[in-house]
């Protein structure tokens, strides 16, 4: 499973180095268009992941069939995205795979993050120089459209507009696909972006239960803690760890409808005003109660200090307020539809007894720098030990309001994919929280005792132009390109037919918001070719494309 975390996503700007790879600034000689003269090679950029790789060995072919050379660099994901996002100096062309995030179920992260001119600037996920205010104005109001009816009118109307301009290409959404040893699990559950193995909407966690003597649940996962404070990490991956601690006051149910978690309840009082009531009797892991005082303090304190992790809610949280016992008043700057899932999804309380004595340490140059080494949360698994690039070790708190069925969970760190397979084959592992493919899944299932869990993904594997650059500048190119890409046969080569396939507007088909009356658009070179005829542009005698005259 490639993805792109929200680390990259929020530190690009300056972040991260160009490491050792030479691509073009892209000049102002480049962004030239010359009437009749052929369209020059077209640059891509996509990270060095065997799928993106072949992506493009597949890919490059029928572009050619169009008239147009397509020279593709890879390089790591980090160098992409400082490349891209971070300096906004995006070639023709760049791919990316993204991860399942819960925040980004909601419409509102695609739209938002990739389309609106808002985030054009560096460190911006518009690296596509994507810039319509019409856009702009439908994706604002469906932000702030408090009726779910008409804010889907709205997506929808969003959607076709994207349609029209095709500012990138949403290929597919990969499914999660994860293997686990069904005799000594049972009851695991899948979840749209999430498989049954992940952390980021965990259910199996919580609901499975342990299959004999032993009730203890071991995971293999590629990723490590890098920081165990959490207001210092935006990463996903690193979050969902934290959030086994750290409850969100809401989470994404199995059914991907916001469920009550540490909140045991809201109520929107008005557009811009929200009630959240905590549940009743809360502990942190030290035997301390969990006040409502603790998360006006959480909200107070992101405000105060200005975490890069917690920038949306600065963005929408104007105050946070003491209506009663375990209930808080949550004011917003502007109405935004999606604050249960986003806002309440994300957001965590930090213990007032704890962190207002860190807030004193003068040698700090940040509380996010306080490495909170024993963290001391109250969710429904306690921290246990954590053994960096080895394993890492939750143990269930008995006292959360459903405890989790196994007694502790060790996700162990194997950075290799065939170590995992591996693994679990012998016995040594009981989940994978990685996605295989089908082909690895059925040499798994040689096994009688290995069962898989998979679910769809909100989450695409994309290419997005750059609309600054000819021959992306011109929508009828864009359109003629998007449909020179055999969809099924990437998804049938590379991942053996387990994912959706997209239809461009950046909004999967899974997701309950999504326009149904939109269709894939069909692979078709001849289609293609004859668009470009037909709005001026030519061939030479050697297939090479050429601009209108």
């Given at each position: 499973?490639?993805e ?28 030239e ?19 993106m ?9 029928n ?16 160098t992409?995205f ?32 990739f389309?609106?001119?808002?985030r ?20 604002n ?22 349609l ?5 290409v ?48 071991r ?43 540490t ?17 009743e ?43 009663g ?21 994300y957001a965590f ?11 004193k ?7 996010a ?32 309001f ?11 760190i ?20 990685w996605?295989?493919t089908?082909?690895?899944?059925k ?18 594997r ?32 590379l ?19 999504s326009?149904?009356?939109?269709t ?11 668009m470009?005829?037909?709005a ?6 050697d ?7």
């Amino acid at each position: 499973m490639y993805e792109l975390t929200r680390r990259q996503a929020l530190l690009a700007g300056g972040a991260f180095t160009l490491a050792s790879l030479s691509l073009p600034k892209f000049l102002s000689a480049q962004a030239e268009r010359v009437p009749g003269g052929p369209v020059g090679d077209i640059e891509a950029i996509a990270p060095d992941w065997p799928e993106m790789i072949e992506l493009f060995r597949l890919l490059i072919p029928n572009w050619e069939k169009l008239g147009v050379t397509v020279k593709a660099q890879h390089a790591t994901l980090n160098t992409v995205f400082a490349l891209t996002a971070g300096e906004h100096n995006a070639p023709h062309l760049t791919a990316e795979g993204w991860g399942g995030a819960p925040d980004r179920i909601d419409p509102d992260f695609f739209m938002t993050e990739f389309f609106n001119s808002r985030r054009l600037e560096k460190g911006g996920l518009n690296y596509g120089n994507y810039n319509s205010p019409e856009f702009d104005k439908l994706n604002n109001a469906q932000r702030q459209e408090m009726d779910p009816k008409k804010r889907v009118e709205l997506i929808h109307q969003a959607q076709q507009l994207l349609l029209e301009d095709r500012p990138g290409v949403s290929i597919y959404y990969r499914d999660y696909v994860n293997p686990y040893r069904k005799d000594r699990i049972k009851g695991v559950v899948p979840v749209l972006g999430n498989g049954v193995g992940l952390a980021y909407i965990p259910w199996t966690y919580y609901m499975a239960e342990p299959i004999g003597e032993r009730d203890f649940v071991r995971v293999t996962t590629q990723y490590d803690i890098a920081t165990l404070n959490p207001f210092a990490t935006g990463e996903v991956v690193n979050a969902s760890f934290l959030r086994f601690m750290y409850a969100p006051l809401v989470m994404r149910g199995p059914d991907l409808e916001p469920t009550p978690w540490t909140a045991e309840s809201w109520e929107v009082i008005d557009s811009t005003t929200v009630d959240v009531t905590l549940r009743e009797g809360l502990k942190f892991h030290d035997g301390e109660p969990v006040k409502v005082e603790d998360l006006k303090f959480t909200f107070d304190f992101i405000a105060k200090h200005q975490f890069a992790s917690y920038a949306r809610f600065n963005e929408h949280v104007a105050s946070v307020e003491i209506v009663g016992d375990r209930t808080a008043r949550f004011k917003l700057k502007q109405p935004y539809a999606p604050f249960v899932p986003n806002i309440l999804g994300y957001a965590f309380i930090a213990p007032k007894h704890i962190w207002e004595e860190v807030e004193k340490d003068t040698s700090l140059g940040s509380p996010a720098d306080w490495p909170n080494d024993n963290p001391v949360g109250y969710g429904p698994y306690r921290y246990g030990i954590w053994k960096k690039e080895e394993y890492f070790q939750f143990d269930a708190n008995p006292e959360w309001f459903m405890p989790p069925n196994f007694s502790s969970m060790y996700w162990l760190i194997v950075p290799n994919i065939d170590s995992q397979i591996g693994m679990l084959e012998a016995g040594d592992s009981d989940i994978m929280a990685w996605s295989l493919t089908p082909s690895q899944i059925k040499q798994l299932q040689a096994n009688p005792n290995i069962g898989v869990g998979s679910a769809p993904s909100h989450a695409p594997r994309e290419i997005r132009y750059n609309l600054a650059l000819p021959p992306f500048d011109d929508v009828v190119f864009r359109k003629a390109f998007a449909i020179s890409i055999d969809r099924e046969q990437l998804v049938n080569t590379l991942v053996d037919g387990a994912a959706t396939l997209g239809d461009d507007t950046f909004l999967s088909t899974e997701l309950p918001e999504s326009d149904p009356s939109l269709t894939i658009p069909e692979f078709d070179i001849d289609k293609a070719r004859a668009m470009l005829e037909e709005a001026g542009y030519t061939w030479d005698d050697d297939g090479r494309l050429h601009y209108p005259a």
